[in-house]
Structures are given as structure tokens and as C-alpha cells.
């Protein structure tokens, strides 16, 4: 009886983890590509009666809803629904408008589109409105393919591109790459210890099935989860109980040689560049500075300093900046205020420093024999 009740349960959904926000924005998307799509082929196509095919409204959750899937991507959308489109009219023209080509266009478009690794669940739907549409399609023949498939999808995808693009979505949606900065045979620090890259893939060829969801996106969460599951177990300690907090700082029109003095007398490899208020501009590193050369006298710090870095807030716990710290290509982080004026700085010896202090308050006999 537990055994058959817990089989019905599976029939009940899953709570979805996304905001009232996202869910708001998802909808407001589909019903702007929808309408953009409808008036847009309505003016291409003029008087004919087939403008719109109904597996676009499919299309539209994937594009809108779920723009992270590997299903929504461009490739997958235009791809899939193309060639979906192309082998349902190719079965009816083959078999006729029965159940058989129906069946036949459904199995042989998913087969296409893993081969060509364009998944796109709406295709299913195109190539069995291919086979079974009516005399209108049957009259279009491959045609249907070009229009209105093909208008429909570009169209759609026109306003997916850009609707996502303006809300800072992530699309298309790019892997993050993570190599080794060093561009040496070793792995980055963070993946020497806990899972790698190697193990996600081994497990996920182990399971030998589609997954829909990134595998970039899919990593980050383990280590997310990761991240979560040491605070909880080891505490809180925020970045401004282990920053630095007299920072030696640069003035952007300090000459680069001056800066170059600097760094040298205070053994630093990289120093935050500010203005009259504190305010961060950037970060000069000494392999910057070494890319100058003999003129780095006449050449300020503002023009060769970097200045998309990243930084933290002084509440931040510290595990937050373990992956940053740890990945190899960050060694500071300057820490900011709501109006990012510099408070402080943490590195990688104070993020190791304060880790190491934790685990002997935490576990002192075990971290003391270890020393030991």
C-alpha cells in the first residue's frame, strides 16, 4: 500500500523554484514574441490563411520560460523546427496524411535533430502538423518549410534574442569557461580538491540520458551547494573580519613608473587605483606594469590599469570568495561600500588564513596533529 501510494505521488509536480518576478516576465515574453511573430508573417504572407503554426506557442514557453535550457537555444529552435518541418512533409508526401506518417515524421525529426544536436520539443509538434495540417499544408508542400516555419521561428527568435538580452538574461546560452589561466597541465585550484569537471561528466555519461539543463549551469550549482553546505557546517565569518584595511592605493594619473616603486618597496603584485573620494577605478597589476616597458615613466596608471574588476561587499561571508580566490586568475578583492568607496582589500592569504582559523576553532585536536 506505502509503495503504491508513494507511486501515485510522483504524479504530483514538484514545487518550481523561480520567482513571481521571472514567472511575470516569462509571460509578458511570450505574449510579445507571440504578437510580433502573428503581425509580422500576417504582413509577409498577406492573404494566406496560414500564418501562425500552433507549435510556436511551445516554442514560446521554451524561449521565454526556460531561455537557459539547451532545448531553447537558437541552434536547437531554428534547427529543430526546420528540419522537423522538412521530414514530416517528406513522410506525407511519402505515406500520405495518416497515422503511420504521423508516427513515422514524429520518430524520424527526433532522430534528426539528435543527429544534428538541435532538441527542440516543438519540432515533434511541426512535423505531425506537417503530415496532418490539412489540405492547406498538403498544398504548400516543402514550401511549408520556408513559410511559414521558417518566418515564424525567426521572427520569434528575433524577440527571445532581444527581449532576454535587455532583462540580462544569458542568451544564447554561453558556457562559462573556467581553464587555467596559467595555461599550464594542472587543473585551477578549486577543482584539486572536492568534485572536478572529469567526475560531472563521468557521472553524466554514466547516466546516459538527456538532462535539460546546462551542463555549465549544472556545475555551478553543485558548487553553489557545495559553497552553502561549509557555511552552514563552519559558520559565518564576513570579508571585513579578514580584510586588509590600510590599503595602499594609487591616484590614476600617477605615472606607472611611481607605481612600479611602490609595489616594489611593499612587495605588492597589484594595487587598487582610486579617485579624491575613495571611489575604485581599478586595479594596476604588476604584470601590467611590466607590459610597458622603458616609457613607464610618461604613461599614467588610468591607461594601462584594469578596470572591470571584481569585488565584494564588507558582509559577505568569506565563502563566497573561495571559488573567486581559488580559480587562479584572482588574487585580490577590493571590498566596497554601497557607493564603492574602498574599504579594504582580501586576498588569497588572508581568505587562507581565515579558513585555517576556522577549522582549528572548529576541530582543534584534529587540525593541531595534522600541523603537527
Not at 509503495?3 to 520567482?19: E, R, T
Not at 511549408?144 to 538580452?165: C, E, H, S
Not at 538532462?211 to 559565518?236: K, N, S, V
Request: charged share 15%; proline share 6%.
Amino acid at each position: 500500500m506505502n509503495s503504491f501510494k508513494g507511486w501515485l505521488q510522483g504524479f504530483w509536480p514538484a514545487p518550481m523554484n523561480i520567482s513571481r518576478g521571472e514567472q511575470g516576465l516569462s509571460c509578458v515574453g511570450a505574449f510579445l514574441g507571440l504578437l510580433f511573430t502573428a503581425w509580422f508573417c500576417r504582413q509577409a504572407l498577406g492573404g494566406a490563411h496560414l500564418w501562425l503554426v500552433a507549435p510556436m506557442g511551445a516554442s514560446a514557453v521554451l524561449l521565454f520560460a526556460v531561455p537557459s535550457s539547451p532545448l531553447a537555444q537558437p541552434w536547437s529552435a531554428v534547427g529543430g523546427s526546420l528540419l522537423a518541418a522538412l521530414v514530416g512533409v517528406s513522410c506525407a508526401k511519402w505515406l500520405g496524411p495518416s497515422g503511420l506518417a504521423a508516427a513515422a515524421a514524429g520518430a524520424l525529426a527526433i532522430a534528426a535533430m539528435f543527429a544534428l544536436r538541435c532538441l527542440h520539443p516543438p519540432g515533434g509538434a511541426i512535423a505531425l502538423t506537417a503530415v496532418l495540417g490539412g489540405e492547406e499544408v498538403t498544398r504548400l508542400g516543402y514550401h511549408f518549410v520556408l513559410y511559414p516555419v521558417a518566418l515564424n521561428v525567426l521572427a520569434l527568435l528575433l524577440i527571445a534574442l532581444l527581449f532576454n538580452n535587455v532583462l540580462r538574461r544569458r542568451y544564447p546560452h554561453r558556457p562559462v569557461e573556467h581553464g587555467n589561466v596559467h595555461k599550464t597541465a594542472d587543473p585551477i585550484p578549486r577543482d584539486r580538491l572536492g568534485f572536478t569537471p572529469e567526475d560531472l561528466d563521468a557521472v553524466l555519461n554514466a547516466r546516459g540520458e538527456l538532462l535539460d539543463i546546462a551542463r555549465d549551469d549544472l556545475e555551478e550549482i553543485l558548487r553553489q551547494t557545495e559553497e552553502r553546505a561549509y557555511r552552514r557546517r563552519f559558520g559565518e565569518t564576513r570579508c571585513v573580519d579578514i580584510m586588509s584595511k590600510d590599503v595602499l592605493s594609487l591616484a590614476p594619473d600617477a605615472t606607472v613608473g611611481a607605481a612600479l616603486k611602490q609595489m616594489h618597496a611593499h612587495r605588492l603584485s597589484g594595487m587598487p587605483v582610486v579617485n579624491p573620494q575613495r571611489i575604485l577605478q581599478g586595479m594596476l597589476y604588476l604584470h601590467d606594469v611590466m607590459q610597458v616597458g622603458p616609457e613607464a615613466e610618461q604613461v599614467q596608471v588610468g591607461q594601462v590599469m584594469q578596470r572591470k574588476v571584481p569585488s565584494c561587499s564588507p558582509d559577505w561571508p568569506i565563502t563566497y570568495l573561495i571559488q573567486l580566490l581559488s580559480d587562479g586568475s584572482v588574487h585580490k578583492v577590493p571590498v566596497l561600500d554601497g557607493h564603492g568607496v574602498l574599504l579594504g582589500i582580501v586576498t588569497q592569504t588572508d581568505l587562507v588564513a581565515a579558513l585555517f582559523r576556522v577549522s582549528l576553532e572548529t576541530h582543534p585536536g584534529r587540525v593541531a596533529a595534522q600541523v603537527v
